[in-house]
């Protein structure tokens, strides 16, 4: 079964603190993407990249970062957390043919303290 | 991008079909039309997509009008377990092909 694996369920984080958000992905996508998902906001897309080393801001890449050096892998990092970045992140990988859908890991509950 | 419309809820009864509409007045022709549903706590899950034509998998049937304003996602027999938020989404054909995604349909499957 093809997977999206993000590298932890719930993660507390104090303010300041420098935080990585692991994804990785075992089917050969070249697309790879950052959502968070907040109580009546909905799914925002923070950053994507469409090729190993690329990466394109979304909606809210403010306080975030990228990188992507191997296809499989794709890294969220919060430079200096801060507790409005408390959130759940989700993570999703897409082939770049046009028609085929997105899959989605099971998302990191974010808390920053 | 074009953008979707979906009412803000719904209640559907367990064995029966649930018809979830979605309206996209403005999707250009080379736009396809997704749906993903995202049950409590977990990541969204992708459940069909179409361009013009019907389409029918193990999920669900996607219905879709001749003028391509307006689909219609349905749910042939409701569980509990279909119970989840419904997004409508219209995909963007650019770079990375991202979805952006809509408020959704909150649907409530009861026993």
């Known amino acids: 079964d093809v997977k999206v694996t993000q590298s932890s369920r719930y993660l507390v984080k104090r303010t300041g603190e420098k935080v990585f958000l692991e994804c990785v992905q075992d089917?050969?996508?070249?697309?790879m993407f950052w959502y968070r998902q907040d109580p009546g906001l909905g799914l925002r897309l923070i950053y994507f990249?469409?090729?190993?080393?690329?990466?394109e801001k979304g909606d809210i890449p403010e306080g975030y970062s990228v990188s992507r050096e191997k296809k499989e892998r794709f890294s969220l990092i919060l430079e200096s957390a801060s507790t409005n970045q408390t959130s759940m992140y989700l993570c999703?990988?897409?082939?770049?043919?046009?028609?085929?859908?997105?899959?989605f890991g099971s998302g990191t509950r974010l808390t920053v303290v | 991008d074009a953008k979707t419309t979906q009412p803000t809820s719904m209640d559907c009864a367990e064995g029966r079909a649930a018809n979830l509409p979605c309206n996209h007045s403005?999707?250009?022709?080379?736009?396809?039309v997704y749906w993903y549903r995202q049950i409590h706590s977990q990541g969204p899950q992708y459940i069909i997509h179409?361009?013009?034509n019907n389409e029918t998998n193990e999920m669900a049937s996607l219905i879709i009008t001749e003028d391509r304003k307006s689909s219609t996602l349905i749910l042939p027999h409701a569980t509990l377990r279909d119970t989840a938020v419904y997004y409508c989404?219209?995909?963007?054909?650019?770079?990375?092909?991202?979805?952006?995604f809509g408020g959704g349909t909150r649907v409530l499957v009861k026993p």
């Open positions: 089917m050969d996508h070249e697309n």
């Open positions: 179409g361009l013009k």
């Open positions: 989404i219209v995909r963007v054909e650019a770079a990375g092909n991202k979805l952006t």
């Open positions: 999703a990988s897409a082939r770049s043919d046009r028609g085929y859908g997105y899959t």
């Open positions: 403005t999707i250009s022709g080379n736009e396809y």
């Open positions: 990249s469409y090729d190993v080393k690329m990466k």
